[in-house]
């Protein structure tokens, strides 16, 4: 998420969310999108409107995001058997077709979002599911943070924005600074929901970067990696479109090698 990304409101549970989209590369996108989000502790998916009703008749959600479009049952369709919930968990519509608006918004859904959906998009959406669940805003984030690890017996703070990459190994991470490298006991799914405000993005599942250390994108042969602190680190094809993106909105200079 951008740096005016919401944090998780203090004191509330994240938020468990299903997601629904008939097209799998849609779906995955949006899983992946709402996952990194520092508000959200788990996303659902589901391929049709029949799977997110056996979903939501299974299981409880804190909010839905789905497309309007769908065959069978659609998004619309679906929000009106919402409507009939005696809970219902507030709804965001995530569609590529304007013309639905006015009859979503009579179905009192609470956003409203087109494709391709864009990160500063999906957070205004996040935070105002957060704000009718909660009632206020989501906290602010800290500039910036450290880390406590053990060199020979002796604890030391490591500055977060001093650290390039983070590698998982099992149940720990390591931190690679310029200079140095620190094994810490936290797991890497953690560091990346707690650092993900300050730049840190998953390029592979065994790899978290900071976005502003990027010196270099390499795509050669259909393997694409990126130059960090001269480390050069796979990126896997999952995560390939959203570094990029990522990498084009910040307008940082790349290196390009290959073709």
């Not at 709402?34 to 998916?45: A, I, N």
């Not at 979903?55 to 789905?66: G, S």
């Not at 805003?137 to 001093?162: K, M, Q």
């Not at 953690?190 to 730049?199: M, N, Y």
């Amino acid at each position: 998420m951008t740096g005016e990304t919401a944090a998780q409101v203090e004191g509330a549970p994240l938020l468990r969310v299903l997601a629904v989209d008939d097209e799998a590369p849609a779906l995955d996108d949006l899983v992946w999108m709402l996952s990194r989000h520092d508000c959200v502790g788990q996303v659902v998916p589901a391929g049709s409107g029949e799977a997110a009703l056996r979903v939501l008749h299974e299981e409880q959600v804190d909010a839905i995001f789905m497309d309007v479009q769908m065959p069978g049952l659609s998004g619309l369709d679906l929000a009106r058997v919402l409507s009939r919930f005696t809970t219902q968990p507030p709804v965001v519509f995530v569609t590529a077709h304007e013309q639905h608006a006015v009859d979503a918004f009579e179905l009192n859904v609470v956003d409203y979002v087109l494709k391709p959906v864009r990160d500063e998009r999906l957070d205004q959406a996040v935070r105002r599911v957060v704000r009718q669940l909660h009632g206020r805003e989501p906290a602010p984030v800290s500039a910036d943070e450290s880390i406590v690890v053990e060199l020979a017996g002796v604890s030391r703070l490591v500055a977060r924005s001093d650290v390039l990459f983070v590698e998982a190994q099992g149940d720990y991470a390591r931190l690679h600074t310029t200079t140095e490298s620190h094994l810490v006991r936290v797991p890497l799914t953690t560091l990346a929901d707690q650092w993900r405000e300050a730049g840190f993005v998953r390029i592979h599942r065994s790899s978290l970067v900071a976005l502003g250390h990027i010196s270099e994108w390499r795509t050669e042969g259909g393997r694409t990696t990126v130059v960090v602190g001269g480390h050069e680190l796979v990126v896997s094809r999952r995560h390939t479109r959203a570094l990029r993106d990522l990498l084009v909105r910040r307008a940082q200079p790349l290196g390009r090698g290959g073709s």
